[in-house]
């Protein structure tokens, strides 16, 4: 009997910058924002072989209570300037970023992933997100004018409006021909010529920028929600998980995988990837000692009363954060004094999380910031280097990822362990690549390269 053959796991590295995953205050910590700081950790997954670099998005300064709110994402720099960068500075390393669908245009977005994807040669990724709320809007022209049923039919359109335009050019447009008789740079007249008359666009005219060379940028996806595992299913080239346990990311993954069919799409065009937080030790015992106080450090008090006052949607800054929760009842109601921060919406009904949480703080004799650290996210990954090597083979091989896309707390030096002592491990059980096989993004998540218009009519007449 023949055994399942292993599979390969895909590893990827997310800067986090400064936001409530970090650390800054350690003094390893370095500067979010200084390219050196882009330089290290892109270098850092560039010699482990990952898979990609991965940028988060920040269109507004968060608020709370009327103020900015800075334990948490306080400004990131432009997400293609600093592609583009790390592009001189690496050769293999794909190089992926968040991209907002509600806010940009087609042509716009769709001519810098272009010129990425050749000033990198081949290695660019956009992550399609939409935006949720009106606050971030107000920095835009068009602030809190899409509806939320709409958002995922303007990225839709958004992203099929784009492949248009990729695909308006086949590659084989540019001639150059050096006879000074001919002349002749271009083979045909109408090259990169488009027409998109739909609900959210009316556009045409001719794209400017040729073919590059993965045809167009590899897609992802972010979205837990039904529309958005549907529109990965659809469209995506990998989709950002949210769960790193066994059982729950099973489930995930069976059913995004199980969407591709009735979209002619096989089982592997679609990697399923969650973002995982780890923290490493010499032993297990040490490594649970390091994410105990990494905890303590990420939920100061002050962060503690921040989160609290999510549910609470009020003032509790009286409150002392190693004391009992308050005995007054969440604030109901569409104002929120947590403007910007996506995390309000976990909370769907307040006064139940309330009830909930005070029951557990009764119980276990919690403050609000032992509660806060109870109930938020613990690290994915805790142990020596063999036992996180050991629970990432055994998650991806058990179909619950094909990866994980790795959160460090530290900036930029925080994946320096992982790729010195877990990527050697992984290797040694021949379950990630000692090099890279190929020089594109798509070689290196075994996507084939999306054929151009022109071909895929050719097939079909």
Known sequence: MSSKPLKQIHLAAHFPGVNNTTVWSDPAAGSHIDFDSFVH???TAERARFDFLFLAEGLRLREQGGQIYDLDVVGRPDTFTVLAALAAVTERLGLTGTINSTFNEPYEVARQFATLDHLSEGRAAWNVVTSWDAFTGENFRRGGFLPREDR????????ATATELFDSWDGTEILADPDPDSG???RAGRTGAFAHHGRHF???GHFNVPRSPQGRPVIFQAGDSDEGREFAASSADAIFGR?????????????VKGRLAKYGRTHDELKILPAATFVLGDTD???????HEVRRLQVSGQTAIKYLEHVWNRDLSAYDPDGPLPDIDPETGENTVALGRASVRQFRDPLETARTWRALAEAKNLSIRELVIATTADQTFVGSAATVAEQIDTLVQADAADGFILV??????????FADTVVPLLQERGVFRTEYAGTTLRDHLGLAAPQPASARRAVAS
Do not use: C
């Open 408 to 417: 460090p707390h530290i900036t930029p030096g925080g994946l320096d362990e």
């Open 243 to 255: 769960d790193g346990t066994l059982d729950a990311g099973r489930a995930f993954y069976a059913d």
């Open 285 to 291: 015992a040490e490594a649970h000692e390091i994410a």
């Open 202 to 204: 009316d556009i045409e």
């Open 41 to 43: 950790f892109a270098r």
């Open 184 to 186: 002749a740079f271009l």
């Open 152 to 159: 995922y039919s303007r990225a839709q359109e958004f992203l």
